[in-house]
């Protein structure tokens, strides 16, 4: 399965955006979806995980109020809608899918490594 991302873009602070993830390609499998995001020099950041089934989410203390996941079961699109965005939002943003399910979730799904299915990334610019 490849993930394509698009949204993304340069905004003021306050401003609101949304992020699409769409999975194309044959997949027989439900992914735990999570975002994560990465500036230059710092590792990639968690920022928000959905499980499979789109019944759970959750999400980094930093955009905890103002980001929400969400995705169209089975198979279909995931979302992070941005809402009050900051600067210290400005980041490239990726998607990525893992099978991670039960008692992993959500712990295994914040962390990078657990991922090998990724998005291209797109660009989130918060200017104050």
């Known amino acids: 399965v490849e993930l394509v991302q698009t949204g993304g873009g340069s905004v003021e602070a306050g401003a609101s955006l949304r992020l699409s993830c769409v999975p194309r390609g044959p997949s027989g499998t439900s992914y735990a979806m999570t975002w994560f995001r990465q500036t230059p020099g710092k590792e990639r950041e968690f920022v928000a995980t959905i499980n499979w089934t789109g019944g759970s989410a959750y999400y980094a203390d930093s955009v905890k109020g103002r980001f929400t996941v969400s995705r169209n079961n089975p198979g279909g699109a995931v979302y992070l809608q941005m809402d009050n965005l900051i600067s210290e939002d400005t980041a490239i943003y990726y998607c990525?899918?893992?099978?991670?399910?039960?008692?992993?979730?959500?712990?295994?799904?914040?962390?990078?490594?657990?991922?090998?299915?990724w998005g291209q990334g797109t660009q989130v610019t918060v200017s104050a």
């Open positions: 990525a899918a893992g099978a991670i399910y039960g008692m992993n979730w959500p712990d295994q799904a914040t962390w990078p490594s657990e991922f090998d299915i």
